[in-house]
């Protein structure tokens, strides 16, 4: 099986294996317990939230550890909206590519009586921060766009949102499952209010990740899971040392590999395999994080492609079975993509396992697919 789904979830990194089981081993206790190995557990989870305060140019006192992106992004939206800090204020901008989490969180608030923007991408899949400036009003609680969309890999000007957000006085809140760990991130320099992080993007675990939130301690925000007060009171439960314990370990490793994968390279030579067996193509969305490529094959039919390779290869198709009929993504469709178009194309993921052969193996089985 070749696996190109790194965008899904990234293969869990050999070292966060071993320190998700030392962790087990060594920190069993809870950490809210006031005996000596309670504060063991409690200070090894302090040592992750000020390595993830580091990365982000955040204060610990700022990083809220959640069970993954998709809580982090309930947090910051319903916490926020349910806060006294956007009484009265009942207008939310978002974008019509982000996650399907946050669709359906703002899908929750519509029919809780907010209004809410969805800006569309321009046709290289980029909201523009022009569009969201022009969707501010008076009456806007709070701006939420994604860093990095994973269906494209595009990047979107978070920065330049950010700042016109704050020179507006309005919160703003990023999704950043994608690029956490493979863009460098301040929170300052992004001008980000919240941010929204996830382990299983960068090599660590499943049902692990953080929020940011700007001076946490000092803004009011109402639990999701409300609990017995941990995490500063904001997320109620157990805080799961030995999930945060790998969670640490995958963001002191994987930037550093990243950085040094050859997934540009892989890019090329996917084009060059591509365009040297003849296969038409295109590559959708202006340039992105080079480990992902959603790639259209207008001359194959791709599901059918997928269906029979199923047990080979492990890649996100562009389209997906609704209750009746084949629906093109919800970002293909925002970057005006047509159901046959969406049927055609398929988004590859790569990850540190990748090879040249891997590939290769992937053109040549499109090509005899395509030359039957
Ligand atoms: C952009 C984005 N946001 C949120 C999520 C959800 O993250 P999690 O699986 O950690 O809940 C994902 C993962 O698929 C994602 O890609």
Do not use: W
């Given at each position: 099986m070749i696996y190109f789904d790194s965008a899904g979830s990234f293969p869990v990194?050999?070292?966060?294996?071993?320190?998700?089981?030392?962790?087990?081993?060594?920190?069993?206790?809870?950490?809210?317990?006031?005996?000596?190995a309670g504060t063991e557990a409690h200070d090894e989870i302090e040592k992750v939230r000020e390595l993830i305060a580091g990365m982000i140019g955040?204060?610990?006192?700022?990083?809220?550890?959640?069970?993954?992106?998709?809580?982090?992004?309930?947090?910051?939206?319903?916490?926020?909206?349910?806060?006294?800090?956007?009484e009265g204020k009942k207008h939310i901008v978002t974008s019509q590519i982000e996650h399907k989490c946050i669709l359906s969180i703002c899908s929750y608030l519509e029919k809780i009586g907010y209004e809410v923007t969805y800006l569309s991408p321009c046709s290289t899949g980029i909201i523009s921060s022009s569009s969201v400036l022009e969707a501010l009003r008076e009456d806007t609680a709070l701006v939420s766009i994604m860093h990095v969309n994973n269906?494209?890999?595009?990047?979107?000007?978070?920065?330049?949102?950010?700042?016109?957000?704050?020179?507006?006085?309005?919160?703003?809140?990023?999704?950043?499952?994608?690029?956490?760990?493979?863009?460098?991130?301040?929170?300052d320099e992004l001008n980000v209010d919240m941010l929204s992080l996830s382990a299983h993007k960068i090599g660590g675990m499943k049902g692990v990740g953080a929020l940011y939130v700007r001076d946490a301690r000092d803004i009011d925000i109402t639990p999701v899971i409300h609990g017995a007060g941990q995490e500063i009171g904001i997320r109620g439960?157990?805080?799961?040392?030995?999930?945060?314990?790998?969670?640490?370990?995958?963001?002191?490793?994987?930037?550093?590999?990243?950085?040094?994968?050859?997934?540009?390279?892989?890019?090329?030579?996917?084009?060059?395999?591509?365009?040297?067996?003849?296969?038409?193509?295109?590559?959708?969305?202006?340039?992105?994080?080079?480990?992902?490529?959603?790639?259209?094959?207008?001359?194959?039919?791709?599901?059918?492609?997928l269906l029979s390779h199923r047990s080979e290869f492990s890649l996100a198709q562009g389209s997906a079975c609704s209750s009746k009929e084949v629906e093109a993504s919800h970002v293909l469709k925002a970057i005006n993509f047509n159901r046959e178009k969406a049927e055609r194309t398929i988004r590859l993921s790569f990850d540190f396992n990748t090879t040249t052969d891997s590939v290769k193996t992937l053109v040549e089985k499109l090509w005899r697919f395509y030359s039957n």
């Open positions: 990194l050999d070292e966060v294996k071993s320190s998700l089981i030392e962790s087990i081993n060594n920190y069993y206790a809870n950490p809210s317990s006031d005996h000596a955040a204060s610990t006192s700022e990083i809220v550890f959640t069970s993954g992106a998709t809580e982090s992004n309930n947090l910051a939206l319903k916490g926020l909206l349910n806060s006294q800090v956007t269906e494209l890999g595009t990047i979107n000007p978070i920065s330049e949102i950010g700042k016109l957000c704050f020179e507006n006085s309005i919160l703003f809140h990023t999704d950043a499952a994608q690029s956490f760990g493979k863009l460098p991130i301040e929170v439960g157990t805080v799961a040392t030995p999930l945060i314990t790998s969670l640490g370990k995958a963001c002191e490793v994987f930037p550093n590999q990243y950085r040094n994968a050859s997934f540009t390279g892989l890019k090329e030579l996917l084009e060059t395999e591509l365009n040297a067996r003849g296969i038409t193509y295109s590559i959708n969305g202006s340039e992105g994080l080079p480990h992902i490529i959603s790639l259209s094959l207008p001359d194959i039919d791709v599901m059918t492609f």
